[in-house]
């Protein structure tokens, strides 16, 4: 990791700041002509070569953003999909990670060569590779089959937002591109509309809870832990959001299906810790709901973010109310938003850098973690 280099400020004085309100924006650009095209283009290579099973991988946040792919192409799509960290899958692919199969890699700079050399052991076994990346000319790039590449080119500060949202939310369009294709009217009624709406209701949200961010911060600013419970789709979103709470304050958080953490963690649950219980429309929203209610008897407070008009907001000291209507498979991209604003607003309440988060301390630059990461 890089520093963020110091430059002329011309608006609010946090490059990540504004990132993250112009993450509507970003998101919007994918319906733009030369996007769609690409889109099309990709979702057509899918189609066409009607792989077995699609590996999605990342490392971070690209790898929290393979999470939610996997989903949105399982169930828009209905194509077989799962998500493997970069390392892990190129260290152990398994025997199906063949000429049948397709490889979609999220890597956002496209520099790590971990990530070049798994596109190159994929392509030896006749894997078909698709780079879903931010910058052009890089050795990943060049590698792949097949590219989906955004406009927005480096990012200048540490934390992933826009990039995040983007991979997840480009994938998710091709999802829906396949499932043109393979004639599932039934997928395209009930993703399409939400999925094209989403830009304007990021927008829309990060607006609103600008403010709020900052109250919620003051609230909760006392905690000595923070655990963030979802499930399904929405565990991208759990892992991404104790990742962001975490860079923010500086203290422990951790992100847990809230089955898993209720067969074990929980034990080490108790007053100074905070839950954040995530509660997408979907299966496990109610369970979600009565694990908060526990959560504040055992005496942690809970934020709940969950549609508007959902029961499960009840159970919570802080809310954060949704848009509704849109279904849970799509939530990712949208449900994100509050912690790009709370680990920013943390940031500042505990006076840390946020756009280089720890990696300006001394301790922190000779620790010898940028060398490790280059290690495959």
Not at 40 to 59: K, S
Not at 85 to 97: D, I, Q, R, T, W
Not at 229 to 243: D, K, L, Q
Request: charge should be neutral; charged fraction near 20%.
């Amino acid at each position: 990791m890089e520093l963020v280099k110091t430059e002329k400020r011309t608006r609010h004085p946090y490059w990540v700041y504004e990132t993250i309100m112009s993450c509507g924006d970003v998101l919007r650009s994918w319906h733009q002509e030369k996007q769609q095209r690409k889109i099309e283009e990709i979702a057509e290579a899918i189609v066409q070569r009607r792989p077995t099973h699609v590996f999605l991988a990342g490392t971070g946040s690209s790898h929290l953003a393979a999470l939610a792919q996997s989903h949105a192409l399982h169930q828009i799509a209905d194509i077989p999909a799962s998500a493997w960290v970069a390392s892990e899958l190129k260290g152990y692919p398994p025997p199906h990670f063949d000429r049948r199969a397709l490889l979609m890699l999220n890597t956002h700079t496209g520099k790590s060569p971990l990530d070049v050399m798994l596109v190159e052991q994929s392509r030896d076994r006749g894997v078909y590779t698709i780079g879903v990346t931010d910058i052009e000319d890089s050795p990943f790039a060049r590698a792949c089959d097949s590219l989906l590449i955004g406009q927005d080119g480096p990012k200048k500060e540490l934390p992933s937002t826009r990039t995040y949202s983007s991979a997840m939310y480009r994938t998710m369009l091709v999802a829906v591109a396949c499932a043109r294709r393979t004639g599932s009217p039934d997928s395209l009624r009930e993703y399409q509309g939400p999925l094209g709406a989403i830009p304007g209701t990021v927008d829309a949200f990060l607006k609103g809870f600008d403010s709020r961010a900052k109250s919620t911060v003051a609230a909760l600013g006392d905690s000595t832990a923070y655990f963030v419970v979802s499930s399904g789709p929405n565990m991208a979103t759990a892992h991404e959001g104790a990742m962001g709470l975490t860079q923010g304050t500086g203290r422990p958080a951790a992100g847990y299906n809230v089955d898993e953490y209720m067969h074990g963690p929980v034990q080490s649950l108790g007053k100074g810790h905070c839950v954040v219980a995530i509660a997408p429309p979907g299966p496990f929203q109610a369970k979600i709901g009565g694990f908060a209610r526990a959560a504040r008897r055992i005496g942690a407070k809970v934020v709940m973010i969950a549609p508007e008009g959902s029961g499960a907001l009840e159970e919570a000291d802080v809310t954060v109310a949704m848009p509704g209507g849109i279904p849970e498979v799509i939530t990712p991209v949208l449900y994100c938003a509050p912690f790009w604003l709370l680990g920013y607003y943390f940031s500042l309440h505990y006076g840390r850098d946020p756009d280089n988060l720890s990696m300006d301390k001394d301790a922190f630059k000779s620790s010898g973690l940028a060398e490790l990461k280059k290690l495959v």
